[in-house]
């Protein structure tokens, strides 16, 4: 019997090593070799790579950590993969050429950028079905959505506004002029402000929600670097809104900005064509994907620092983190 036990045991020890022991995972799209790289956040280094379809980038996570959302712009369609598994498991009506999207704080409506139809698709989750198409300008990318769920943003990028919409009429209530080609948008945490970048205009563009009028333009410098080189993509408030992140392109640098005074206070440097940016869920790293160096990096938000570049694969071009 004492025998059987010790074997019995030495099993289920075989069993709970062999298993995969990650705190957070860090799901990164590779845009050109059509994959996902799976990086563990405690350990810094790649657990798996999935094969996805073509062309993925934007990509989020359920809320309660069950599957995967990724835009398979060049299919199409919205991939879901079970986070358990990794495999993928079904797929959303997203329309044609998704590029971005937000999904709601319930969890239950997922907002999807489509560039080539100048529209807003809203799509139930769970049903997997189309709630409604929302005409916008044109090439509609950033997708920004209100902490209470009522009001959701679109930038277009050539038409250069943010769209204020009515999650609930599925209605424009506000058009907002920005500098050129906005890319991203981002609501502080309480709601009050929405911050839109513009990459060609070299901006963000901080909105009051209530007003729905510019407040403030946040300008980069960096010495030795010429202007047009600065080009403001993804953008990243901590939760308790007193510091942005915003992602700087072929400047190769992540701003570090305070989001009280909106002056930048450091710009840290990453890999090359930094694209986007998550946090871990318990903040103390911030993760930049960094396009042409086929890497990650994964700052301190303590000390606003690098830790460590980690290689993924082709052209890495969205990023979210999720418990695992």
């Not at 009522?150 to 999650?167: G, L, P, Q, R, Y």
């Not at 080609?181 to 970048?197: H, I, L, T």
């Not at 070299?202 to 047009?228: C, D, P, W």
């Not at 701003?255 to 103390?284: C, H, I, M, S």
Request: charged share 20%; with cysteine; hydrophobic share 40%.
């Amino acid at each position: 019997m004492q025998r059987l036990l010790r074997q019995l045991y030495c099993a289920a020890v075989a069993t709970v090593i062999a298993q995969p022991a990650w705190a957070n995972a860090v799901y990164v799209s590779n845009e050109k070799d059509n994959t996902v790289t799976i990086v563990d956040s405690d350990t810094m280094e790649p657990v798996k790579t999935i094969n996805v379809g073509q062309r993925p980038r934007g990509i989020t996570v359920s809320r309660d950590g069950k599957f995967l959302y990724v835009c398979a712009s060049d299919d199409d369609t919205v991939e879901i993969i079970d986070t358990a598994t990794h495999e993928i498991v079904g797929s959303l009506p997203s329309g044609p050429d998704p590029e971005l999207f937000v999904l709601s704080p319930d969890g239950k409506t997922l907002y999807v950028a489509n560039e080539d139809d100048n529209l807003v698709t809203v799509i139930d989750v769970e049903q997997k079905r189309v709630l409604a198409e929302i005409p916008v300008g044109v090439e509609p990318e950033g997708m920004g959505i209100s902490p209470d769920g009522k009001i959701m943003v679109n930038t277009s990028e050539t038409t250069n506004m943010a769209h204020f919409i009515d999650t609930e009429s599925h209605e424009i209530v506000s058009n907002v002029l920005v500098d050129a080609r906005p890319r991203f948008a981002q609501f502080k945490p309480d709601g009050s402000e929405v911050w839109v970048s513009a990459e060609i205009g070299g901006t963000v563009s901080v909105i009051n929600n209530a007003s729905r009028e510019v407040k403030h333009k946040i300008n980069f410098e960096i010495q030795g670097l010429r202007s047009e080189a600065i080009q403001p993509v993804g953008i990243r408030i901590s939760a308790d809104g007193k510091k942005a992140y915003v992602a700087l392109g072929p400047a190769n640098r992540v701003a570090v900005v305070n989001a009280e005074t909106y002056e930048v206070e450091k710009y840290v440097l990453v890999g090359q064509r930094v694209w986007q940016l998550a946090f871990t869920p318990d903040g103390k790293y911030i993760i930049s994907t960094n396009g042409l160096s086929n890497d990650i990096t994964f700052i301190d938000t303590q000390s606003d620092e690098p830790v460590k570049s980690v290689t993924v694969g082709a052209l890495p071009w969205g990023v979210t983190v999720a418990p695992n």
